[in-house]
T-cell receptor
Framework: RKEVEQDPGPFNVPEGATVAFNCTYS??????FFWYRQDCRKEPKLLMS???SGNEDGRFTAQLNRASQYISLLIRDSKLSDSATYLC????????????FGSGTRLLVRP | NAGVTQTPKFRVLKTGQSMTLLCAQD?????MYWYRQDPGMGLRLIHY???????AKGEVPDGYNVSRLKKQNFLLGLESAAPSQTSVYFC????????????????FGPGTRLLVL
């Protein structure tokens, strides 16, 4: 089993739609959680950190469920520019500065 | 600030050739990392460094060597390239940890696409 698992997609949604991605992680002791965004042929960039209480940044909402060991990302009012691959990332328990990356969920927003 | 830069952007090698990928960061970050990204797989850590003069192995270190002689630079070397090393290589950096259990954000360079024939 992979340490971080994501549905690869693609999720194909119309502009204005709400879309949600889930990610599961295997080690219950993980402490830090992130969503990164990666555009085609570009580097990953931090979208948002994920806090225990959940957090929101504009149209983006991240949630953490420690009991079920999953992280979610909700995107409201999708824009064409949201088309990208979204990477779920957690820290390695044995060393907090090392991160484990999921293989990503691809989102396509169509006009 | 340029952030994290990588050279070259693209390279084609023949099996058995050697090369060095250069990563530079101007954010005064302590930690630096080299990853590879292959289709359908997440980024995998090759080597990392927690400070000038120190390096350590990641998940997939075989066939690679690294050096961090200056804080701002992290070099990745392939001594004898193999087709299995065809990949996109990303360098990243982050600040020193403030807490042993909380990870800081990693900032990535634009990547180097390597094709080994």
């Amino acid at each position: 089993r992979k340490e971080v698992e994501q549905d690869p997609g693609p999720f194909n949604v119309p502009e204005g739609a709400t879309v949600a991605f889930n990610c599961t992680y295997s080690n219950s002791a993980s402490q830090s959680f992130f969503w990164y965004r990666q555009d085609c042929r570009k580097e990953p960039k931090l979208l948002m950190s994920v806090y225990s209480s959940g957090n929101e940044d504009g149209r983006f909402t991240a949630q953490l469920n420690r009991a079920s060991q999953y992280i979610s990302l909700l995107i409201r009012d999708s824009k064409l520019s949201d088309s990208a691959t979204y990477l779920c990332v957690v820290n390695r328990v044995d060393s907090s500065y090392k991160l484990i990356f999921g293989s990503g969920t691809r989102l396509l927003v169509r006009p | 600030n340029a952030g994290v830069t990588q050279t070259p952007k693209f390279r084609v090698l023949k099996t058995g050739q050697s090369m060095t990928l250069l990563c530079a960061q101007d954010m005064n970050h302590e930690y630096m990392y080299w990853y590879r990204q292959d289709p359908g797989m997440g980024l995998r850590l090759i080597h990392y460094s927690v400070g000038e003069g120190t390096t350590a192995k990641g998940e997939v270190p075989d066939g690679y060597n690294v050096s961090r002689l200056k804080k701002q630079n992290f070099l990745l070397g392939l001594e004898s390239a193999a087709p299995s090393q065809t990949s996109v290589y990303f360098c990243a950096s982050s600040t020193r940890m403030g807490s042993p259990t909380f990870s800081e954000t990693q900032y990535f360079g634009p990547g180097t696409r390597l094709l080994v024939l």
